[in-house]
């Protein structure tokens, strides 16, 4: 399993907050002493995530609320396949069950999306990444479910790689001076640039990145990209990028290219469809 980002809990306590507000005026109709049991049943096939999400939730609301697991992220789980059980009083359970259902139903459906595209490509040796796609706030927790889905994550931020782009390019007037001035400012970091024709990965080949983008290349023109890397030495990692799909993904891979990023694992989000199902007792 992948190792848990460390701004869960704040993504828990800012969603409570958001949530609760300055109380929950509904739970408070229930009496103090009931008591519930109850489970979450998922109502399609997917991948579960946010299972921690789920659990920090209850143990911030009430450490008595019991939770018990029979699948764990990254599992593929079925229809009507029971994923969660849990038992405790009512009031905390019935004011966390929306918070804990969007976490689960949010980043199981980027794992799902996430494992649709990694199966898609099996056995060609092509790596599926995220993007910066990512709903605000959530970004560790998505690409946490990208990681779940069996796929790659891209760089986290603006922080952690360069990624050159055409209005970096025209800002430093060319591919080659782009990809220098990076070379200089931020030395020991990955520089990655984004091309448009292979006359421009030419001149990026030229200048020596460690990665190369290939935006909206047709299938020709990847093959052709990898076939000029290769005759360089495969000097560069290539990565296809631009308008891929599950129709199309298995093709591109074919080509020969490293990578294909697809920013609608993190973008495109049809949340899994979740129930959490109660009993009452006591009280």
């Known amino acids: 399993m992948p190792e848990l980002p460390p701004d869960l809990e704040s993504q828990v306590e800012a969603a409570l907050r958001e949530d609760i507000g300055s109380g929950d005026v509904t739970a408070a109709l229930v009496p103090a002493a009931q008591q519930v049991h109850g489970s979450v049943v998922t109502r399609e096939e997917a991948v579960l995530c946010g299972c921690a999400w789920a ?7 009430d450490p008595r609320v019991q939770l018990a697991w029979y699948a764990a992220d990254g599992d593929r789980i079925a229809v009507r396949q029971v994923v969660l059980a849990l038992a405790g009083p009512a009031r905390p359970v019935l ?9 689960l139903q949010l980043l199981s459906a980027t794992a799902t999306a996430t494992r649709r595209f990694v199966d898609a490509v099996a056995g060609t040796g092509c790596r599926i990444l995220d993007t910066r796609k990512t709903l605000p706030g959530l970004r560790s927790a998505q690409k946490y479910a990208v990681r779940c889905g069996g796929a790659e994550n891209h760089r986290m931020g603006l922080y952690d790689r360069v990624l050159i782009k055409e209005n970096h390019i025209a800002a430093a007037g060319s591919i080659g001076g782009a990809i220098a001035a990076a070379r200089h400012s931020a030395r020991g970091v990955t520089v990655e640039v984004e091309v448009e024709s292979l006359s421009e990965m030419e001149e990026a080949l030229n200048a020596g990145p460690d990665i190369i983008m290939l935006d909206e290349f047709s299938l020709p023109d990847l093959e052709a990209a990898v076939a000029l890397n290769r005759a360089r030495g495969a000097p560069a990692k290539l990565e296809a990028s631009g308008s891929v799909s599950l129709q199309t993904v298995r093709a591109i891979a074919e080509t020969g290219v490293d990578y294909v990023s697809v920013g609608g694992l993190t973008k495109h989000v049809h949340a899994v469809d979740l129930s959490m199902r109660l009993e009452f007792s006591g009280g």
């Open 95 to 103: 004011t966390g069950e929306r918070t804990a259902l969007n976490f």
């Open 55 to 61: 659990a920090e939730t209850f143990r911030r609301l």
